[in-house]
């Protein structure tokens, strides 16, 4: 089964003044794996500048724009034409494989392979008085550890716009219990690192056609660990493993890893951002 | 004993408990020292006064000064140069020049396993959490083949003598090692005011620096250049150490940059020139780590080049030193630099270390915060000779003030025994006569791709203030003219 989608991504910048000079970074392009297949993508500006194909420090294809000449407004639109298909999921864990996963984990090379997801970050940092928040049973596999700490998460926090930004704490976000995407994901990855387990926060676009929760911009979801099987994609947003739904751009440590944009602009005054991502899915299944 | 009596030395106080650099075991005056010696000697101190205040001239004239950061009063300084030079023979400095070597391409191999295999942390030489709970350790980094197989391409080591007549190493610099502009702005002076002495001793030029140094940039440049286009960045003139950036990127006759001179198209790195962009394969850049590239690195920086580390993934341009070599020269891996050595070359080191307590090992804390009056603690991620305590000098209020920060942050501190520093005699403006002061020894070690070179000379700093032990420009501290003597 496979499912084909546009994705169309949208950012507008007004200036009060005339900036002389800007570099941006665009971290906006599906990934290419085996699940996962860019057909078609086109990206233009405005200003026309050059699109130069790049790469961000952990090896994620970006797009950068360098405009030559001053500008008070700059808009940006990509459209990318992405195949879907099933990526198969673990199975539930045997009584043998429970305890041999465990002690994979345990194992200090285990540790050092996965140390840049085990490693806590300023976003990914659980106060001192909510340690041990939710613990994994050592007699469960971790898958289903794994899906019990999604289903937490989901019902820990509830859904909210506007109360978080990409800069909010977990502090803040296990105060007021309420936030996004991305505050469900540092959430996950926060506690499953905690657990020994790696993790890492997965920025990306989100069918939303199937009735699910999310950001009008980009949606964020993690990736854990699964000895055994591989990294499983989970949306804790949603309480659902990721799939067919999601379409992954990169991932990291935290959100500040997968920032969709990043520009240095040389401008005094004001300015407004806006962003917009419309994912339309096709054939609704095409059978293979 | 001899010449004791003469003019310049007579009053010359030695302290028979500290290790004088110019007195062999014995009290006498070292036979190398000897033909020095009877030249000062000849001097009245007038005639040295009035030298003194040249050299000084001459400093201030070049320009060569530097700021120190978080005083009120910001000014430029010179730093302060003493006229008599510190000599060291061909044999001890053959132990200093392999040490270094040594030191630099064990640095180089941690660098290129932690960034790798992690060998060394799974054979548990060295602890996984001296990686993880390092703020210079740069993910960005894992994986990725610098240019040549390079990352610590400028080496600072620093190196004393104990009262043991040993040396010992202090700590590696192998982030942007600053000082060596000294050496041989030092060497001018010293030749400016007394050229005659330099006819009574065959020493080694240190004058070779710029060129070993831009031969050093060359041999590691990206694949497929021909002819390198090397470049110096400085984050600018209010840096402490611009006068050093502008003086290497002068004698390497390569331009010095500024960030915003700098910008990237395509992951190639151009420099802006009047006659339009001009390509750029290697840098040597003297701005950290955080500033590199506001893309990746810290979003305020505006001293970077937005784009430059995709440039530098992609292989289009080298930086020295690499990105994230922070890691390795953390106070806490110096601790375990001998079994480093072992564990890549598989020799002994050549040059001690000093042996050090880990406050995050709850039995050497304990130690520690026993003994912090007989202990030097020192913060691990700080360089300049900023947050050293030592023990002896601290009165009971300022011990206990210092146990509690080690209680709350351990593994921010490691502590040391107090080393004695070799004493040498220095000129003194107060008293208008020569005493003893500390001196310790910056060596630059250069490592291309199959070159290595250690600068025959060095920067012995002095520690003027009397009894300090810390030689850091930033605390006050002097510098010396280092001879390294021919067979």
Redesign the interface.
């Known amino acids: 089964m496979r499912k084909e989608y546009t994705v169309t991504y949208k950012s507008e910048n007004i200036y009060d003044n005339w900036v002389h000079d800007a570099y941006w970074q665009f971290l906006i392009i599906p990934l290419e794996n085996k699940t996962q297949k860019l057909k078609e993508f086109d990206f233009s500006n405005s200003l026309h500048c050059i699109n130069q194909f790049s790469i961000n420090g952990f090896g994620f294809n970006t797009i950068k724009i360098h405009p030559q000449n001053k500008f008070k407004h700059i808009c940006f639109e990509a459209t990318f034409k992405v195949l879907k298909s099933k990526k198969n999921l673990p199975e539930q864990t045997s009584f043998a494989q429970v305890e041999s996963s465990w002690k994979e984990i345990g194992s200090l090379e285990f540790k050092i392979d996965f140390e840049q997801y085990l490693k806590v970050t300023s976003l990914t940092k659980i106060p001192k008085e909510k340690q041990g928040l939710f613990q994994f049973g050592s007699n469960r596999g971790i898958f289903e550890n794994l899906k019990d700490l999604n289903h937490w998460t989901h019902s820990h926090i509830a859904y909210r716009s506007g109360v978080t930004d990409t800069t909010s704490t977990l502090e803040t976000i296990l105060k007021q219990r309420t936030g996004v995407c991305q505050d469900f994901a540092h959430l996950f990855c926060a506690i499953c690192r905690q657990n020994n387990i790696p993790c890492r926060y997965v920025a990306g676009y989100l069918n939303h056609e199937s009735g699910y929760l999310g950001d009008s911009q980009m949606h964020a979801w993690v990736e854990a660990y699964v000895p055994s099987y591989g990294w499983l994609g989970l949306d804790p947003t949603n309480d659902v493993l990721a799939n067919m739904d999601h379409i992954k751009v990169c991932h990291g440590k935290d959100y500040n890893d997968c920032s969709p944009l990043k520009g240095i602009v040389h401008s005094l005054g004001n300015h407004t951002t806006t962003h917009s991502v419309v994912v339309k899915n096709h054939q609704r299944q095409i059978q293979q | 004993m001899s010449n004791i009596e003469n003019q310049i030395f007579s009053s010359y106080q030695r302290n028979p408990d500290l290790f004088d650099e110019i007195y062999d075991s014995n009290g006498n005056i070292k036979d190398v020292y000897q033909k020095l010696f009877d030249i000062y000697g000849g001097h009245s101190i007038q005639d040295y006064i009035n030298l003194n205040s040249k050299a000084k001239a001459s400093f201030f004239n070049q320009g060569i000064t530097f700021q120190v950061y978080g005083e009120d009063n910001v000014q430029e300084k010179i730093f302060p140069f003493d006229l008599f030079p510190r000599i060291i023979d061909q044999d001890e400095w053959d132990v200093i020049e392999r040490g270094s070597i040594q030191r630099a391409k064990a640095l180089n191999l941690f660098l290129w396993d932690i960034y790798h295999d992690?060998k060394i942390?799974?054979d548990?030489v060295v602890p996984?959490e001296l990686?993880?709970s390092s703020a210079n350790y740069l993910?960005?980094m894992?994986g990725l083949n610098p240019p040549g197989g390079i990352y610590n391409h400028i080496s600072g080591t620093d190196i004393i003598k104990h009262k043991d007549g040993q040396y010992y190493v202090l700590e590696d610099n192998i982030r942007c090692p600053s000082g060596v502009s000294y050496v041989i702005c030092n060497r001018t002076a010293l030749k400016r005011a007394l050229f005659g002495v330099f006819n009574h001793y065959q020493t080694y030029t240190v004058t070779d620096y710029a060129e070993n140094l831009l031969e050093q940039l060359e041999s590691v440049k990206p694949k497929g250049v021909d002819i390198p286009n090397c470049v110096v960045i400085t984050p600018g003139m209010y840096n402490s150490a611009f006068y050093e950036h502008s003086y290497l990127a002068k004698t390497m006759g390569v331009e010095l940059v500024e960030g915003r001179d700098l910008?990237?198209?395509?992951?190639f790195v151009y420099m802006k020139t009047i006659k339009g962009p001009e390509k750029v394969d290697v840098i040597y850049r003297r701005i950290d780590d955080a500033f590199l590239d506001?893309?990746?690195f810290r979003?305020d920086s505006a001293l970077g080049v937005?784009?430059l580390?995709?440039a530098y993934?992609?292989g289009n341009v080298t930086l020295a030193n690499a990105p994230g070599t922070g890691v390795a020269d953390d106070k806490a891996v110096y601790t375990y630099m001998p079994e480093i050595i072992k564990y890549y070359l598989k020799e002994e080191p050549i040059l001690n270390n000093v042996h050090t307590y880990h406050c995050s090992r709850p039995d050497e804390l304990n130690y520690v915060l026993e003994n912090i009056s007989e202990l030097v603690v020192k913060p691990v991620d700080e360089a300049g000779g900023y947050g050293i305590s030592i023990g002896n000098r601290l009165t009971p209020k300022e011990i206990e003030e210092v146990r509690k920060q080690v209680k709350e942050n351990p593994r921010k501190y490691v502590a040391q025994p107090i080393m004695s520093l070799s004493v040498h005699p220095t000129y003194i403006d107060d008293t208008e006569s020569f005493e003893q002061r500390h001196v310790d020894l910056r060596t630059f070690t250069i490592l291309g791709k199959d070159k290595e070179f250690v600068l025959k000379g060095g920067l012995t700093r002095v520690a003027l203030k009397k009894g300090n032990l810390i030689v850091n420009s930033s605390q006050g501290g002097g510098s010396k003219d280092t001879w390294v003597l021919k067979k």
């Open positions: 992690k942390l799974k548990k996984l990686i993880t993910d960005q894992n910008f990237v198209e395509n992951d506001p893309l990746e979003p937005p784009g580390f995709a993934k992609k």
